[in-house]
């Protein structure tokens, strides 16, 4: 499978400009790519306290997704601020090349910057099919939950963080993919924004693909707008999952939601 991660800046709050934006970053991937990965919250940057930029599942955000899917044919995926009745949620998507969208709302939310006063919490965890691969969508603050992360039974070959993580704890980004990618014998994909956003927080990207093992299969200098593509089997990551089967030791556990 193609994977193309795209590390981006995110205009503040300002969706057309971002909607624009993503656009004419899917057009250089344009048949040319399997799975697009978007920072979290790209048509707004982390806007944990502006809640008219919530969208419902009909709105304009989900609308352009299926058709930027279907016409470029590729799938997507990252999170928005979705609204659902009467409450709102940090919302993962997966888009299938024909349009078809699976969602699931971000499960750990930031109390630090005060997401949890606005936002939702999710109960479950977006794994699709796609391309051979079993792909596992958790959003940011997620990454430092390993009980949420964890891989059982080989649940999943790809776990993506689309993220919007400030520079300041980059290298806790950079130590938990790595353990996560680790520990759950899984390809780890995590995108991240660059930029400075509406509440100045400096963010400098450090988007990544690693292997099974931790190693760099793909990564971007700091604060750089980047947009490449790398190319992944399933194959190497059965060969070293039948050679080393840690999984098979793993602890059986519940999650109380």
Known sequence: ???????????????????????????????????????????????????????????????????????????????????????????AFFVFPDGEMKTADKRHLFSVGGEHRYFSSGSERLIVNYCGFKICVLVCYDVRFPVWSRNRNNEYDLLIYTASFPHVRMNAWDTLLKARAIENQSFVCGVNRVGIDGKDAAYSGHSVLLDFKGQELLSYPEYETRMDTVEIFTSDLEKFRQKYAFWKDADEFEIKL
Not at 34 to 54: I, N, Q, R, Y
Not at 58 to 64: A, D, I, M, R, Y
């Open 1 to 91: 499978m193609k994977i193309s991660l795209i590390q981006t800046d995110i205009a503040w709050a300002d969706k057309e400009a971002n909607l624009k934006s993503t656009e004419s970053a899917l057009q250089l991937f344009s048949r040319q790519t399997d799975l697009v990965v978007l920072p979290e919250m790209f048509t707004t940057g982390f806007c944990t306290d502006k809640l008219a930029l919530a969208e419902t599942m009909e709105g304009e955000t989900v609308q352009k997704l299926k058709s930027w899917a279907k016409h470029y044919e590729t799938a997507i995926t990252g999170s928005f601020i979705a609204k659902d009745g009467d409450e709102i949620f940090n919302r």
